[in-house]
């Protein structure tokens, strides 16, 4: 079985400064994806970035960029000029590409807070 | 992109009584949605997933009679909390997508009270 590790349960940033967010994932799997999800206070989860395990290249989104260490199974997350708007609950996931279940396993979540 | 509309966003109900919630995907056709459970401050649990056509498969632990998933249509998905009790007070969330891509677009949530 799949399992994601978020050993940060909370984790502060000044404004427009740069904060790493950790995850670490087990799995025999060869094929997988890997996503960081957003909860803002709304609790709607945004996407926010998406890594396919073939690519070496780490993925990007704006001020969003991943750190995707195939060999040591990790994943984290840097957010770049952090703004008063990215305080949320961001919670990493894993999904298994070509498996019979298309589940989605989530890691338990770290609360960033972005200070004025 | 991919929307999904939850209803309703907030429902107090009386002990005892069922609840329903509607998850429905606005401009794609979800081939399997999936139902989670939330409590404040931790991450989402899966209660079920549920494809087109089909029964829902319930992890572990979820009572099948107590959350009812009905998936008639490929653009809607229901979660049915029958005689409910405080302790099923909770957030639901769900969440559709296309296997083709694992892009899940997620529900805004169903806040459930029950008094």
């Known amino acids: 079985a799949q399992t994601v590790t978020q050993s940060q349960p909370e984790m502060s940033v000044q404004e427009a400064e740069t904060v790493t967010l950790s995850c670490t994932y087990d799995?025999?799997?060869?094929?997988?994806?890997l996503f960081w999800y957003k909860q803002p206070p709304s609790r709607q989860m945004i996407l926010v970035i998406r890594q396919e395990a073939y690519k070496q290249q780490n993925a990007t989104e704006n001020r969003f960029s991943v750190n995707f260490q195939k060999a040591a199974k990790s994943f984290s997350l840097k957010i770049s000029d952090s703004q008063l708007g990215d305080t949320a609950m961001y919670f990493c996931?894993?999904?298994?590409?070509?498996?019979?279940?298309?589940?989605?396993?989530f890691g338990k979540g770290t609360l960033l807070t972005v200070n004025p | 992109g991919a929307v999904v509309s939850q209803h309703p966003s907030r429902v107090i109900c009386k002990s005892g009584t069922s609840v329903k919630i509607e998850c429905r995907s606005l401009?794609?056709?979800?081939?399997?949605m999936f139902w989670y459970r939330q409590f404040p401050k931790q991450s989402l649990m899966l209660m079920a997933t549920s494809n087109e056509g089909s029964k829902a498969t319930y992890e572990q632990g979820v009572e099948k009679d107590k959350f009812l998933i009905n998936h008639a249509s490929l653009t809607l998905s229901t979660l049915t909390v029958t005689s409910a009790h405080p302790e099923d007070s909770s957030f639901y969330i769900c969440?559709?997508?296309?296997?083709?891509?694992?892009?899940?677009?997620f529900g805004s949530g169903t806040r459930l009270t029950v008094v």
């Open positions: 969440s559709a997508g296309a296997r083709s891509n694992y892009g899940y677009t």
């Open positions: 996931a894993f999904i298994h590409s070509g498996g019979s279940n298309y589940k989605l396993t």
């Open positions: 799995t025999s799997e060869n094929n997988y994806y």
């Open positions: 401009d794609f056709q979800a081939t399997t």
